[in-house]
Structures are given as C-alpha cells and as structure tokens.
C-alpha cells in the first residue's frame, strides 16, 4: 500500500498500471473509516487491479463549520483497515492542493431539482461542494470504476447524474448500506453520539422498515407523517421525513406513480445530524 500526499506522484503511480492494462476503482471518503467504507474498498478490489482510497475532509461541503471543525479525524486508524483491506494506495491531499488558484472550473451542470430537494433543502451549498471535490478528484485519479455508498442516496445520485451529463466512461457502481447488528446505519458521525443517544439511534432505520411494511397499505402522506411523529416522539428533530421518486427524488403521490420509490430522512440528535434511506421499490 503506497500513501500519496502529492498529485503528481499519484498520477505517476496510476498511470503505471494503467500502462500495464490494469483497471482502477476508486473510493473518495472524508475518513474516519468505518465497516461502511471498508465495504466498498473490499468491492474496489475484487472488481479492479488497482484501487485508490482518498481521504479529503472537504471544507466546500460543510454548511456548518462546528460540524467541520467536529469531523472526526482517525487517520492512523483508517491506515491500519485500509492496508487490511488491500488498497493499493491512499491519497491524503492538503486542501491547496485539491483547490490551487489556477484549478480548472467545475463544470456548469444544470441538476435542476436533484441538488435543491431533500438535503439540498436544509444545507444550502452542500452538493456544490460535493459536485466540486468528486469531479477534482475523478479528474485527478481517471479511475474505470468509482464506488459510493447507498447510505448518500442523493450524493450518488447527483454524481450519476453528473457522470451522464458528461457522458463519462467512469461507471459508478453505488454500494449497499452497512449497518450495525441493531440496524443504525454506520456513519462516521455516530462516534460522537452520547450512550443514551447511541440508544435512540437505531429508531431510524426501525422506523424507515415500518414504513417499508405500510407501502401500498397506509397513504404516502400518512406514511410521511407517522415517520416523522415516531422520530420526534424518540427525541429527534426531524429535518425531513420523506417518499419519493428514486430517479427524481420529487415527491409521489402514490405508490404506484413509479418504478423507483425511497425513503429518505435527516434528523438530529442533539447536535449530530444522521440521515439514512430504505428503497421501497
Ligand atoms: P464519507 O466519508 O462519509 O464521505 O463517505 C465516503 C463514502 O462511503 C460515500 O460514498 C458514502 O456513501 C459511503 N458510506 C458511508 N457510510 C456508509 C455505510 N454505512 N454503508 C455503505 N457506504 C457508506
């Protein structure tokens, strides 16, 4: 495993295997790495030769700057799993070197409601950061194979829809949510919940699958509803509790309007703000 601070030498190193006929996953994370991430470099590396793991804590991203400064931050510990899981190399930029003066623009796409609804709806710039830092780093690396987790629905589906629109050659290949056995989706925030927290937590996914056994049955409306009342009720300060068109992510208004529907929620408890989505169809 080679750990790279520098563009050009990573570069270098990818451009060797890409010499030799090797295929590149890659796997951008902010770190802080969990069974979630370890899942998708497992996946990177039986798919492709060779597979790149950057960790960024990208400051474009955060809305609120207390949740930048309180972003976990574990780096010889994500060392250890990456190496245990055969990543060929990790990528560990500095912020001036993912943002010099004379970087390229990110390209003028048009998401139309994709980045405005959901948690584009309550964190205001988000997916401009997101957009930014995974088109820099997809343009640094080239990868053949980019891997994300299904636990950013919305994330993976703005840069699916992102890769289109550029008609990239770049596949993503969008992964399972890892959870914990008591089903609280794995997340790098959850180290920072208190115990009693820790304990309300997995009423999150509890309640997205009782949802997901009302589908069809109770109204998405009432659904809506009753997911919201559940979480609050639990301690949560509900964002959004929402059904929607899993291509669009527009509401619906019954289940049968589409092909694709998801569950998606954001809540927070105390000052730590979770989110997690079930597909419902
Ligand atoms: P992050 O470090 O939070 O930016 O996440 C890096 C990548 O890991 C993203 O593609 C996430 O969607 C993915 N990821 C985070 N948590 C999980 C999880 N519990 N299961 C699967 N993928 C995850």
Redesign the pocket.
């Known amino acids: 495993m080679r750990l790279f601070k520098h563009i050009t030498k990573l570069q270098a190193a990818i451009a060797e295997q890409r010499a030799a006929g090797n295929r590149t996953g890659f796997v ?4 802080a790495l969990h069974e ?2 370890i ?2 470099i497992e996946r990177a590396v039986a798919e492709n030769d060779y597979v790149v793991c950057s960790i960024f804590v990208n400051p474009t991203q955060f809305n609120d700057a207390t949740d930048l400064v309180k972003y976990p931050r574990t780096i010889n510990a994500d060392l250890a799993k990456l190496y245990a899981a055969n990543c060929s190399a990790i990528f560990i930029p500095t912020v001036a070197e993912i943002y010099p003066e004379n970087a390229s623009p990110t390209p003028d796409i048009d998401f139309g409601s994709l980045t405005e609804v959901l948690e584009g709806a309550y964190r205001s710039g988000h997916f401009d950061g997101v957009v930014q830092v995974v088109h820099r780093l997809l343009d640094i690396v080239r990868p053949d194979h980019l891997y ?5 629905y919305q ?1 993976q589906a703005i840069i699916r829809y992102m890769l289109e629109q550029l008609s990239s050659k770049i596949q993503l290949v969008t ?5 914990e056995k008591d089903g609280l ?4 925030r959850n180290m920072r919940l208190t115990a009693a927290q820790r304990a309300i937590a997995p009423s999150i996914h509890a309640t997205l699958t009782k949802v997901a056994q009302q589908m069809g049955q109770d109204s998405i409306q009432d659904l809506e509803q009753w997911g919201k009342e559940q979480l609050t009720q639990k301690g949560f300060v509900v964002d959004y509790f929402s059904i929607v068109d899993g291509k669009t992510l527009l509401p619906i208004e019954t289940f049968d309007a589409t092909d694709s529907v998801v569950a998606a929620t954001a809540a927070y408890l105390g000052d730590i703000r979770l989110i997690d989505n079930l597909i419902l169809k």
Not at 148 to 152: L, P, R, S, V
Not at 175 to 179: A, I, L, S
Not at 185 to 188: E, K, L, Q, V, Y
């Open positions: 951008p994370t902010m770190g979630g991430h899942a998708l994300m987790g299904q636990k950013d994330q992964c399972e949510t890892v959870r989706a794995m997340s790098s």
